[in-house]
């Protein structure tokens, strides 16, 4: 399977910024999409943003203009600059990669999760 760690969460005042990163390991054939996702006490996980092997990018209404994200597909390693942050960003964000890995039988699907890490704006 295919193994996600991310790092670089902590404590940030409002208007501040962090940089999330996750690298995943395992025996990879392809990794088409990476994310990171959110999920904050009493609400339902959310999409913060997302892009595949060729670049394109998508992001949350509430994070554009704000965060960015980028991959190295050579180091299987995605990461998110947040800026401007704001309170409402506070969340546990976890890293999400989909694709391939190496099996006996050729190459077969895989979606695996980060662990997570905790992100707090708060003055």
């Known amino acids: 399977q295919v193994q996600l760690v991310e790092s670089g969460g902590g404590l940030v005042q409002p208007g501040g910024s962090l940089r999330l990163s996750c690298a995943a390991s395992g025996s990879i054939f392809a990794i088409y999409a990476m994310g990171w996702y959110r999920q904050a006490p009493g609400k339902q996980r959310e999409l913060v943003a997302a892009i595949t092997s060729g670049g394109s990018t998508n992001y949350a209404d509430s994070v554009k203009g704000r965060f960015t994200i980028s991959r190295d597909n050579a180091k299987n390693m995605v990461w998110l600059q947040m800026n401007s942050l704001k309170p409402e960003d506070t969340a546990v964000y976890s890293c999400?990669?989909?694709?391939?890995?190496?099996?006996?039988?050729?190459?077969?699907?895989?979606?695996?999760w980060g662990q997570g890490t905790q992100v707090t704006v708060s003055s």
């Open positions: 999400n990669a989909e694709g391939r890995v190496n099996s006996d039988y050729g190459p077969r699907a895989f979606g695996s």
